[in-house]
Structures are given as structure tokens and as C-alpha cells.
């Protein structure tokens, strides 16, 4: 720091000025000739034009960002094309589209005419990009399912529908740009906001869309009504005599077994049916495998409010004498 200031002290007052003096004159003179400069004409150069894209938005929706500018070169007075870099007092060019689901693009060379005249101060000469593209969608209605979302674990463990799931109204009317309709693939899928459901079930939810569609798309209604029963299925042990069936008399298991266990669930409310069935293990030689003689243990009866049957042991092998 020392030395900078031994430095400067070697300057006497009158070469300081004298300093000041050049430095006032060539900033007078850069300005004489940038000014002398911009009043001077046929500059050309490239700047960016806004524009604004219009359209019966009753009619149709843009699914995607719209081009706001275009890249045009121009020719004419510095200060004009000055004004032009710096985007002063630049009024977008108004670009009305009739029927803009049809074709997702414009030619640029169709608005030429339309460009000139709105820069009027300067020349236009070209449009820079050839096309402008947009995503525009015709806007239409469409009745579309409601479905209940219902995952693994929507009801508790052992426990299953007991009804049919009712859903009030069935149907609802979205409105919207096609392309965003197509995406729900017919359906609205509405969340029941509980896990492992015991109990019966009935509420009042909202529709609701996902984030990325609730821009676009409205529905012609705000809520739905779902209702269903609920079963619990018990878990029962039981042992069971073995039944052969079909054994030619050379034929036989293997081991001196009369029964097996068996596991299975029971519709809470049917278990008082269990004895009239008169549950036993079928060993039916029919139904033999014949790759490895052996044969599978199954059920004399088949009732739906019976489930995840399993037998111990589940299999034989066949002896042939």
C-alpha cells in the first residue's frame, strides 16, 4: 500500500490535470461518434421479437409452454435497432390461429407480411426460424368411470369384500384438452384413505386430479359416495380321515396313513355350516401324477366361503404291488 501511494505522489497537480483533461476528451469523442454513428442507416442485425399467440381459448387449450419470441434480422437506423437489443417500447406481434389442434406448428414464412408491418420503424430482413411449434389441444367432454382404488392392503389380513363395492355416481363428466382426457384411460381412480378395513365402509370423497392434470382438466363433479361390506374370515384347524378313491386293488400309498390335517379360513358367518358339509380328505387315483406316481390330497367340497385350503401332509406317493 505504501509503495502505491510513493507512486502517485510523483504526479504534480498540473500533470494531474492535464490527465483529466485527455480523459474528458476522449470520452467526448466516443461519444461524438457513437452518437454520430447511430443516427447513420442500413445497420442490419438480429434481434429477438416478441409475440403472442392467440386462439378461441373456449375452443382450445395449449398443453405446453407457448413460443413467446422469434428471432428476426432486421435493417435500418442504429437508434432503432439499439431500441430493438434493448427491448424498448417492443409491442408483441399478435399471431391469431384458427384452428390450431389441427396442425402443431407454424410456417414463419406465412406471417412475413404480418412481421413487416408490425416493425414498421425498421426493415425486416427474414424471419430467422423457419417454423414455430406449439402444442394445442382441442378442448371436448368426456364421461369417464369412477374406480375406488383399492391395493393389497386396503383390507386387514383375512378379511375380504363381503359386497359389491357401490359407487355413487358411477360416471363423471371431465372436461378438457383431449390429449390430457386420453391419459385417464377411461377411469378416475379415488382413494379411500384407509388401510386394513375391517368394518363396513361408506364415505363421502372428493374428486380430486393429479397435479400434473388439475391445470387442464375439470370434472362436473366434487365428490362420491362409496359403500361395501366387509367379511372377516377365521382361521380353523382340522383333522380329516382320508378317503381313497378309484385304487385298483395292487395300488396303494405309501405309509400307513388314515388322515391329515387341514388348514383353511371360514366366512365368520358360515361357520355353522361347517359340519353339514362333512369335510374329508379325497385321495381320487384319477387325478394321480403319473410322471412321478404320486398323488395330491383335496377337498370333497368346493364353497366359495371356504379359502386358502392346505393340507399336511398334501401328497403320497403310490406303491404298485
Known amino acids: 500500500m505504501s509503495t502505491l501511494s510513493n507512486y502517485f505522489?510523483?504526479?504534480r497537480p498540473d500533470k494531474t490535470s492535464n490527465l483529466k483533461v485527455v480523459v474528458l476528451c476522449v470520452v467526448t469523442a466516443t461519444t461524438f461518434w457513437l452518437l454520430n454513428a447511430l443516427n447513420k442507416d442500413n445497420y442490419t442485425t438480429v434481434v429477438d421479437q416478441p409475440i403472442l399467440i392467440q386462439f378461441d381459448e373456449e375452443e382450445y387449450m395449449a398443453v405446453k409452454g407457448l413460443p413467446n419470441e422469434v428471432k428476426i434480422e432486421i435493417n435500418g437506423n442504429g437508434w432503432?435497432?439499439?431500441?430493438?437489443?434493448?427491448?424498448?417500447?417492443?409491442?408483441?406481434?399478435e399471431i391469431t390461429l384458427e384452428d390450431p389442434s389441427h396442425q402443431p406448428y407454424l410456417v414463419t414464412e406465412e406471417i412475413t407480411q404480418q412481421m413487416s408491418e408490425h416493425i414498421s420503424t425498421t426493415n425486416l430482413v427474414s424471419i430467422v426460424q423457419d417454423t414455430l411449434f406449439f402444442s394445442i389441444d382441442k378442448i371436448v367432454s368426456k364421461k369417464i368411470q369412477i374406480v375406488p382404488d383399492t391395493l393389497p392392503n386396503t383390507l386387514a389380513e383375512n378379511h375380504d369384500f363381503a359386497s359389491r363395492i357401490s359407487i355413487d355416481p358411477e360416471y363423471v363428466t371431465v372436461r378438457g384438452p383431449i390429449s390430457i382426457i386420453e391419459q385417464l384411460d377411461g377411469k378416475l381412480l379415488v382413494q379411500l384413505g384407509e388401510n386394513n378395513i375391517k368394518n363396513h365402509y361408506s364415505k363421502l370423497l372428493p374428486l380430486e386430479l393429479d397435479k400434473t392434470k388439475?391445470?387442464?382438466?375439470?370434472?362436473?363433479?366434487?365428490?362420491?359416495?362409496?359403500?361395501?361390506?366387509?367379511?372377516?374370515?377365521?382361521?380353523?384347524?382340522?383333522?380329516?380321515?382320508?378317503?381313497?378313491?378309484?385304487?385298483p386293488a395292487n395300488v396303494d400309498i405309501e405309509g400307513d396313513v388314515q388322515s391329515v390335517t387341514l388348514q383353511f379360513l371360514v366366512d365368520e358367518r358360515k361357520q355353522n355350516d361347517l359340519e353339514s358339509l362333512n369335510l374329508s380328505a379325497i385321495l381320487n387315483y384319477n387325478n394321480r401324477n403319473r410322471e412321478d406316481s404320486s398323488i395330491a390330497v383335496s377337498l370333497n367340497v368346493n364353497r366359495s366361503f371356504?379359502?386358502?385350503?392346505?393340507?399336511?401332509?398334501?401328497?403320497?406317493?403310490?406303491?404298485?404291488?
Open 9 to 11: 505522489r510523483k504526479f
Open 80 to 93: 432503432d435497432l439499439l431500441k430493438k437489443h434493448l427491448g424498448v417500447s417492443q409491442d408483441p406481434l
Open 214 to 247: 388439475k391445470d387442464f382438466l375439470t370434472l362436473d363433479e366434487e365428490t362420491v359416495q362409496i359403500s361395501f361390506q366387509v367379511v372377516a374370515f377365521i382361521e380353523k384347524t382340522l383333522k380329516l380321515d382320508v378317503k381313497k378313491l378309484y385304487f
Open 306 to 321: 371356504l379359502r386358502d385350503i392346505t393340507f399336511s401332509p398334501d401328497s403320497f406317493d403310490l406303491i404298485y404291488e
